[in-house]
C-alpha cells in the first residue's frame, strides 16, 4: 500500500514519511576428587586412574586421576559450547548479513514488470499555476530513466480536501490508491488558497507506492522533501513547478548513489549484540578450570613401588629410579644402585 514520502506547509515547515521500510566433587578412599563430575583425582587408586607424581615442600606427591592432570580439560565444556553455538550462531550470523545488506547501491526499478503499457506522466494544474509545464514533464521523464518511478503532479484547492479530510495526507493516499494501483508511481499533491489578509496559506503531500522503497529509502525522501520545501518557502524566486522541477533534477542522481537502510542495520547491529553478548557469557562462564599450579609439573608415575631419597645439596626427597637430576634445586643425582623388575619397577635399593 502506498505511504508517505514527506511533505510540508508555508506555516508548518516539512515533515517526514511514514516508515520505510557443573561441577561436583566426591570423596573416594580417604582422598578427594575435583573438577566436574566426568573428573576424578584421588590420594588412593581407583579403576582407570593413572599415577602421577609432583613435588610440594620438598617432597614427592602421588595423585590418581582418571585424566591428565595437567591439561586443561575441554572436553568436559566442548558439548556446551557446540550447543550454544549452534543456538546463537545463526543468529549472530543473520545480524552480520542485515548490517552488510544495509548498505547496497539501488537498481533502477522496471516498469514493464507492472505494467505493459509506457508510463503516463500526470501533472494536473487543477489551480493553473504552473508557469513551464514543459520543463516539469522533462524533468519527470528525466527522472523516471534514472530511476524507474514515474513522478504525477497534482495542485489542488485547499477546499478540496478540508471538509472531508483531516489531512492532505489522506487525501493524498485516496488519490494514489484510486489511480495509481501499480505502487511505482510517486505522487506529489500541492494545495494552496490565498486567504483575505494575502497569506498564501500552501500544503503540499509526497505518496509513493511500496515498490518505489528500494531506491526512494526513508533518508532520501527526506532529503527531497527538505529541498522541495525549501524552494517552496521561497516563492520570490521559485514558482511551484520550478521548485518541484528542479529537485526533482537535483536528487535524480542522487537516489541511486549508495544507499544505507538505517532500520536493517540496527536491526542487525541488535540482534548480533545481543547474540554475540549470549556466547561470550557462556564461553566466560561455562570453561574449564584452570590447572593447579602444583600440577603443572605433575609426571606420570608408572612405578607401583616407590623409593624415596634425599638429595646430596638441598636435602629434598625425590622418587629413586624417575630423575636424573634433582627435581628441586636440579643438581645431578649421583649413580644409584638398586634393582628393578621387567616392569621397571625398583624393587630394592641396593
Request: aromatic content about 12%; overall charge neutral; some cysteine.
Amino acid at each position: 500500500m502506498p505511504h508517505s514520502s514527506g511533505g510540508g506547509s508555508h506555516s508548518g515547515g516539512s515533515h517526514s514519511g511514514g516508515s520505510h521500510s557443573s561441577h561436583s566433587s566426591r570423596s573416594s578412599g580417604g582422598g578427594s576428587s575435583s573438577g566436574y563430575s566426568s573428573r576424578r583425582t584421588s590420594s588412593t587408586p581407583f579403576k582407570g586412574a593413572k599415577r602421577y607424581i609432583y613435588y610440594k615442600d620438598n617432597k614427592p606427591h602421588l595423585v590418581y586421576s582418571n585424566y591428565d592432570i595437567r591439561k586443561r580439560d575441554y572436553g568436559s565444556v566442548l558439548p556446551t559450547w557446540i550447543v550454544m553455538g549452534v543456538i546463537f550462531g545463526p543468529f549472530v550470523f543473520i545480524g552480520i548479513v542485515l548490517m552488510i545488506k544495509s548498505f547496497y547501491m539501488p537498481e533502477r526499478i522496471e516498469y514493464s514488470q507492472y505494467k505493459k503499457n509506457a508510463p503516463e506522466f500526470i501533472i494536473e494544474d487543477n489551480l493553473d499555476i504552473f508557469e513551464n509545464e514543459r520543463k516539469l514533464r522533462k524533468s519527470m521523464e528525466s527522472f523516471y530513466d534514472t530511476t524507474g518511478i514515474v513522478p504525477a503532479v497534482i495542485t489542488i484547492s485547499n477546499d478540496d480536501w478540508t471538509e472531508d479530510y483531516k489531512s492532505l495526507e489522506a487525501y493524498a493516499y485516496d488519490v494514489y490508491v484510486q489511480r495509481f494501483p501499480d505502487e511505482v508511481h510517486w505522487l506529489i499533491v500541492y494545495s494552496e488558497k490565498t486567504k483575505d489578509n494575502g497569506f498564501n496559506d500552501w500544503y503540499w503531500e509526497g505518496m509513493q507506492g511500496d515498490r518505489t522503497d528500494p531506491v526512494l529509502t526513508g533518508d532520501k525522501a527526506d532529503a527531497f522533501t527538505k529541498s522541495l520545501n525549501d524552494r517552496l518557502l521561497k516563492r520570490n524566486k521559485y514558482s511551484v513547478d520550478d521548485a518541484i522541477a528542479i529537485t526533482l533534477d537535483e536528487h535524480a542522481p542522487k537516489m541511486m548513489s549508495l544507499t544505507f537502510d538505517r532500520s536493517d542495520f540496527t536491526l542487525g547491529a541488535i540482534v548480533f549484540v545481543m547474540m554475540s553478548s549470549m556466547l561470550a557469557i557462556v564461553f566466560l562462564t561455562c570453561r574449564p578450570r584452570k590447572v593447579s599450579e602444583e600440577y603443572k609439573n605433575a609426571v606420570p608415575c608408572e612405578l607401583n613401588v616407590v623409593y624415596q631419597a634425599s638429595c646430596n645439596f638441598c636435602g629434598g626427597m625425590y622418587v629413586v629410579g624417575m630423575h636424573t637430576g634433582c627435581p628441586h634445586c636440579g643438581a645431578s643425582i649421583p649413580p644409584q644402585n638398586y634393582i628393578q623388575d621387567p616392569q621397571g619397577n625398583v624393587i630394592k635399593i641396593l
